[in-house]
C-alpha cells in the first residue's frame, strides 16, 4: 500500500536549520507530487509548499519564500523539506502529503506521512 | 493569496443530527476544492475532493457542494466518529498555490 514515512522528531535553537526527511513506498514516486504541511501546536493547518517529483519544480507558499528548500531523491523515493533560520513560532507538527492524483492534480492530498515534530527552543 | 473563510469556528451538535459547514474564498477557485477531517493526534483524513467526490472509502453522509467561491460540506446523521475538527482547501494555478481554511471544531451537544 501507498506509505509516507517520515524522520524522527527534532529540537533545534534559534537560527538553525532542520531537514526532514519523508521515505514514500508503494506507488511510482515520479509520478505525484509532494507537499509540505505544518500544525502549530493547537493551531490550523499551513501549507508550506510543493514539489513535483518528476521535474523538481517548486511551489512554496509566500511567507516561507528564502528560507524553505524543498527537495527530493529518486534513487530512494524519499523527499526532503530544510528549513532555515528557525524561530520559536516554527515549532510544528510536519507533514509531508502525496497529491492525491498525478500530473496537475486538481484538488485534495493523500495519503498524509505520519508527521515529524519540530521544536525551536534556545 | 486566495483566503479561505470557514463558518462557523464551532458547531454543537447530537448524533443523529445534520451538519451543513460552510467555506468561502476570497475569489473563484472553480471547484478546486477539498474537505478533510481531523482528529486529536491524528494526520487529516481526506473526504472530499474537486468539491463534491467523496474520496475512497468514505461513508455516503458526507457529501459536498459548491462551486465558484461557495462550498459546503454537509454530514448527514451524524455518528459519534464524527465529532472532529474540519478544515476546508483550494488549490489554485499552476504551478500550485494551496491555502486552507482555519477551521471549523464540530462538537457534541
Not at chain 1, 75 to 93: I, Q, V
Not at chain 2, 59 to 83: A, K, V
Amino acid at each position: 500500500q501507498v506509505q509516507l514515512v517520515q524522520s524522527g522528531a527534532e529540537v533545534k535553537k534559534p537560527g538553525a536549520s532542520v531537514k526532514v526527511a519523508c521515505k514514500t513506498s508503494g506507488y511510482t514516486f515520479s509520478k505525484y507530487g509532494i507537499n509540505w504541511v505544518r500544525q502549530a501546536p493547537g493551531q490550523g493547518l499551513e501549507w508550506m509548499g510543493w514539489i513535483s517529483t518528476y521535474k523538481g519544480e517548486t511551489s512554496y507558499a509566500q511567507n516561507l519564500q528564502g528560507r524553505v528548500t524543498m527537495t527530493t531523491d529518486t534513487s530512494t523515493t524519499t523527499a526532503y523539506m530544510e528549513l532555515r533560520s528557525l524561530r520559536s513560532d516554527d515549532t510544528a507538527l510536519y507533514y509531508c502529503v502525496r497529491d492525491r492524483c498525478s500530473g496537475d492534480c486538481s484538488s485534495g492530498f493523500d495519503p498524509w506521512g505520519q508527521g515529524t515534530l519540530v521544536t525551536v527552543s534556545s | 493569496e486566495i483566503v479561505l473563510t470557514q463558518s462557523p469556528a464551532t458547531l454543537s451538535l447530537s448524533p443523529g443530527d445534520s451538519a451543513t459547514l460552510s467555506c468561502w474564498a476570497s475569489q473563484s477557485v472553480g471547484s478546486s476544492v477539498a474537505w478533510y477531517q481531523q482528529k486529536p493526534g491524528r494526520a487529516p483524513r481526506l473526504l472530499i475532493y474537486d468539491a463534491s467526490n467523496r474520496a475512497t472509502g468514505i461513508p455516503g453522509r458526507f457529501s459536498g457542494s459548491g462551486s465558484g467561491t461557495d462550498f459546503t460540506l454537509t454530514i448527514s446523521s451524524l455518528e459519534p466518529e464524527d465529532f472532529a475538527v474540519y478544515y476546508c482547501q483550494q488549490r489554485n494555478s499552476w504551478p500550485p498555490r494551496i491555502t486552507f481554511g482555519q477551521g471549523t471544531r464540530l462538537e457534541i451537544k
